[in-house]
Protein backbone atom coordinates (compact mmCIF):
# COMPACT_ATOMS: atom_id res chain seq x y z
CA UNK A 1 0.00 0.00 0.00
CA UNK A 2 1.01 3.55 -0.45
CA UNK A 3 0.19 5.26 3.05
CA UNK A 4 2.17 4.74 6.82
CA UNK A 5 -0.62 4.08 9.24
CA UNK A 6 -0.33 5.69 12.85
CA UNK A 7 -2.72 5.43 15.69
CA UNK A 8 -4.41 8.85 16.32
CA UNK A 9 -3.45 9.06 20.14
CA UNK A 10 -1.46 7.25 23.24
CA UNK A 11 -0.84 8.20 26.23
CA UNK A 12 1.60 7.66 28.64
CA UNK A 13 2.13 8.05 32.44
CA UNK A 14 5.07 10.36 33.67
CA UNK A 15 8.38 8.40 33.51
CA UNK A 16 7.28 5.52 32.05
CA UNK A 17 7.90 4.07 28.84
CA UNK A 18 5.39 4.31 25.81
CA UNK A 19 6.10 3.04 21.81
CA UNK A 20 4.49 4.44 18.98
CA UNK A 21 4.38 2.34 15.77
CA UNK A 22 4.28 3.28 12.02
CA UNK A 23 2.62 0.76 9.57
CA UNK A 24 3.17 0.35 5.81
CA UNK A 25 3.99 -1.77 3.05
CA UNK A 26 7.42 0.49 2.33
CA UNK A 27 8.65 0.02 5.63
CA UNK A 28 9.75 -3.45 4.58
CA UNK A 29 12.27 -2.01 2.30
CA UNK A 30 12.85 1.61 4.22
CA UNK A 31 13.45 2.95 7.44
CA UNK A 32 11.28 5.47 9.23
CA UNK A 33 12.50 8.97 9.75
CA UNK A 34 10.40 10.38 13.50
CA UNK A 35 9.38 13.65 13.63
CA UNK A 36 8.11 15.24 17.07
CA UNK A 37 5.90 18.54 16.53
CA UNK A 38 4.55 20.80 19.33
CA UNK A 39 1.81 23.36 18.52
CA UNK A 40 2.18 26.43 16.83
CA UNK A 41 6.10 24.83 15.88
CA UNK A 42 7.66 23.44 12.84
CA UNK A 43 8.73 19.46 13.05
CA UNK A 44 11.53 18.38 14.48
CA UNK A 45 13.63 15.40 13.27
CA UNK A 46 14.18 12.68 16.67
CA UNK A 47 14.98 9.62 14.72
CA UNK A 48 16.47 8.44 11.34
CA UNK A 49 17.70 5.59 10.03
CA UNK A 50 18.41 2.55 11.73
CA UNK A 51 18.12 4.14 15.06
CA UNK A 52 20.21 7.45 14.99
CA UNK A 53 19.63 10.93 17.24
CA UNK A 54 19.99 14.03 15.81
CA UNK A 55 22.16 16.04 18.01
CA UNK A 56 20.53 17.41 21.07
CA UNK A 57 17.71 14.59 20.81
CA UNK A 58 17.58 13.13 24.25
CA UNK A 59 19.22 9.49 24.28
CA UNK A 60 15.47 8.14 26.34
CA UNK A 61 14.14 8.39 22.06
CA UNK A 62 14.64 5.27 20.04
CA UNK A 63 13.59 3.49 16.54
CA UNK A 64 13.17 0.35 15.66
CA UNK A 65 11.97 -1.94 12.78
CA UNK A 66 10.05 -5.10 12.72
CA UNK A 67 8.77 -6.55 9.29
CA UNK A 68 6.03 -3.52 7.90
CA UNK A 69 6.67 -1.72 11.29
CA UNK A 70 8.45 1.26 12.45
CA UNK A 71 8.36 2.27 16.14
CA UNK A 72 9.52 4.78 17.93
CA UNK A 73 10.21 4.19 21.77
CA UNK A 74 10.42 7.23 24.57
CA UNK A 75 11.93 5.47 27.76
CA UNK A 76 10.99 7.40 30.72
CA UNK A 77 8.81 9.92 28.64
CA UNK A 78 8.84 13.97 30.18
CA UNK A 79 6.11 16.41 30.15
CA UNK A 80 8.21 18.07 27.61
CA UNK A 81 7.56 15.32 25.15
CA UNK A 82 3.64 15.42 24.92
CA UNK A 83 3.06 16.78 21.24
CA UNK A 84 2.19 15.34 17.94
CA UNK A 85 4.68 12.03 16.48
CA UNK A 86 4.93 11.80 12.85
CA UNK A 87 7.29 8.88 10.69
CA UNK A 88 8.33 9.30 7.23
CA UNK A 89 9.38 7.14 4.75
CA UNK A 90 9.55 6.57 0.96
CA UNK A 91 6.79 4.82 -0.60
CA UNK A 92 6.97 1.59 -2.66
CA UNK A 93 8.17 3.60 -6.00
CA UNK A 94 11.46 5.10 -4.27
CA UNK A 95 10.50 8.38 -5.20
CA UNK A 96 8.00 9.67 -3.24
CA UNK A 97 7.52 10.65 0.19
CA UNK A 98 4.67 9.39 2.60
CA UNK A 99 3.89 10.56 6.44
CA UNK A 100 1.78 8.95 8.96
CA UNK A 101 -1.61 10.52 10.13
CA UNK A 102 0.42 11.48 12.95
CA UNK A 103 -0.12 10.15 16.89
CA UNK A 104 -1.22 13.02 19.84
CA UNK A 105 1.13 11.73 22.67
CA UNK A 106 -0.63 12.44 25.98
CA UNK A 107 2.16 12.54 29.11
CA UNK A 108 -0.24 11.88 32.05
CA UNK B 1 23.39 27.65 12.21
CA UNK B 2 21.54 26.06 9.85
CA UNK B 3 18.62 28.37 8.74
CA UNK B 4 15.17 28.07 6.61
CA UNK B 5 13.30 30.62 6.21
CA UNK B 6 9.99 30.91 3.85
CA UNK B 7 7.65 33.80 2.40
CA UNK B 8 5.67 34.41 -0.11
CA UNK B 9 2.28 32.83 1.18
CA UNK B 10 -1.01 35.29 1.75
CA UNK B 11 -4.61 35.02 0.60
CA UNK B 12 -5.39 34.27 -2.98
CA UNK B 13 -8.76 33.24 -4.99
CA UNK B 14 -9.50 30.05 -6.43
CA UNK B 15 -7.90 29.30 -9.38
CA UNK B 16 -4.94 31.64 -8.56
CA UNK B 17 -1.26 31.72 -8.31
CA UNK B 18 1.06 31.76 -5.57
CA UNK B 19 5.05 31.98 -5.73
CA UNK B 20 6.92 30.79 -2.21
CA UNK B 21 10.54 31.22 -1.42
CA UNK B 22 12.47 29.18 0.83
CA UNK B 23 15.91 31.34 1.95
CA UNK B 24 18.55 28.80 3.29
CA UNK B 25 22.10 29.37 4.70
CA UNK B 26 24.23 28.17 7.44
CA UNK B 27 25.45 25.09 5.16
CA UNK B 28 26.16 24.14 1.66
CA UNK B 29 22.67 24.63 -0.11
CA UNK B 30 24.02 22.76 -3.39
CA UNK B 31 24.92 19.87 -1.82
CA UNK B 32 21.25 19.30 -0.43
CA UNK B 33 17.85 18.03 -1.55
CA UNK B 34 15.04 20.09 -0.93
CA UNK B 35 11.42 19.50 -0.21
CA UNK B 36 7.88 21.44 0.46
CA UNK B 37 6.01 19.75 3.13
CA UNK B 38 2.64 20.66 4.02
CA UNK B 39 0.17 21.00 6.92
CA UNK B 40 -3.48 21.94 6.50
CA UNK B 41 -5.23 23.39 9.69
CA UNK B 42 -5.72 20.66 12.42
CA UNK B 43 -4.36 17.96 10.04
CA UNK B 44 -1.00 16.38 9.97
CA UNK B 45 1.81 16.66 7.50
CA UNK B 46 1.76 15.93 3.37
CA UNK B 47 4.73 16.25 1.56
CA UNK B 48 4.39 18.78 -1.71
CA UNK B 49 7.68 18.40 -3.73
CA UNK B 50 11.36 17.17 -3.39
CA UNK B 51 14.11 18.67 -5.68
CA UNK B 52 17.29 16.93 -5.98
CA UNK B 53 20.71 19.30 -5.17
CA UNK B 54 21.30 19.94 -8.72
CA UNK B 55 17.97 20.17 -9.49
CA UNK B 56 18.19 17.34 -12.02
CA UNK B 57 15.28 14.99 -10.31
CA UNK B 58 11.98 16.71 -9.46
CA UNK B 59 9.15 14.93 -7.91
CA UNK B 60 5.81 15.84 -7.36
CA UNK B 61 2.54 14.09 -4.60
CA UNK B 62 -0.12 13.41 -7.35
CA UNK B 63 -2.33 15.99 -6.15
CA UNK B 64 -0.61 19.39 -7.11
CA UNK B 65 1.11 17.42 -10.72
CA UNK B 66 0.73 19.51 -12.92
CA UNK B 67 -0.34 23.11 -10.91
CA UNK B 68 3.07 22.97 -8.74
CA UNK B 69 6.52 23.84 -10.11
CA UNK B 70 9.55 23.21 -7.43
CA UNK B 71 12.49 24.88 -8.67
CA UNK B 72 16.23 26.15 -6.88
CA UNK B 73 18.69 28.92 -6.93
CA UNK B 74 22.27 27.51 -5.93
CA UNK B 75 23.66 30.96 -6.73
CA UNK B 76 21.12 32.39 -4.21
CA UNK B 77 20.69 29.51 -1.40
CA UNK B 78 16.81 29.42 -2.24
CA UNK B 79 14.30 27.09 -2.96
CA UNK B 80 11.07 27.79 -4.12
CA UNK B 81 7.53 26.07 -5.43
CA UNK B 82 5.43 28.10 -8.05
CA UNK B 83 1.31 26.99 -7.27
CA UNK B 84 -0.98 27.45 -10.12
CA UNK B 85 -4.54 26.67 -10.25
CA UNK B 86 -4.75 27.01 -6.42
CA UNK B 87 -7.83 25.27 -4.45
CA UNK B 88 -9.00 25.43 -1.04
CA UNK B 89 -7.73 22.19 -0.38
CA UNK B 90 -3.97 23.75 -0.80
CA UNK B 91 -5.05 26.05 2.39
CA UNK B 92 -1.98 24.90 4.61
CA UNK B 93 1.30 25.89 6.15
CA UNK B 94 3.84 25.62 4.04
CA UNK B 95 7.30 24.33 5.37
CA UNK B 96 10.78 23.93 2.98
CA UNK B 97 12.57 21.49 4.84
CA UNK B 98 16.37 20.17 4.07
CA UNK B 99 16.77 16.36 3.28
CA UNK B 100 19.89 15.39 4.96
CA UNK B 101 19.93 11.96 3.10
CA UNK B 102 17.45 9.46 1.92
CA UNK B 103 14.31 11.56 2.53
CA UNK B 104 15.55 12.03 6.62
CA UNK B 105 13.92 15.76 7.14
CA UNK B 106 16.61 17.50 9.77
CA UNK B 107 16.00 21.29 9.15
CA UNK B 108 12.53 23.07 8.80
CA UNK B 109 11.77 26.59 8.31
CA UNK B 110 8.95 28.64 10.27
CA UNK B 111 6.35 27.61 7.75
CA UNK B 112 4.35 30.40 5.39
CA UNK B 113 0.69 30.12 5.44
CA UNK B 114 -1.30 29.79 2.59
CA UNK B 115 -5.03 30.28 2.55
CA UNK B 116 -7.00 29.52 -0.64
CA UNK B 117 -10.83 31.03 -0.41
CA UNK B 118 -12.51 33.50 -2.32
Known amino acids: SSELTQDPAVSVALGQTVRITCQGD??????ASWYQQKPGQAPVLVIY???HRPSGIPDRFSGSRSGNTASLTITGAQAEDEADYYC???????????FGGGTKLTVL | EVQLVESGGGLVKPGGSLRLSCAAS????????MNWVRQAPGKGLEWVSS????????YYTDSVKGRFTISRDNTKNSLYVQMNSLRAEDTAVYYC???????????WGQGTLVTVSS
Open chain 2, 97 to 107: ARDRVGLEFDY
Open chain 2, 26 to 33: GFTFSNYN
Open chain 2, 51 to 58: ISNSGSYI
Open chain 1, 26 to 31: SLGNYY
Open chain 1, 49 to 51: GKN
Open chain 1, 88 to 98: NSRDSSGNQVL
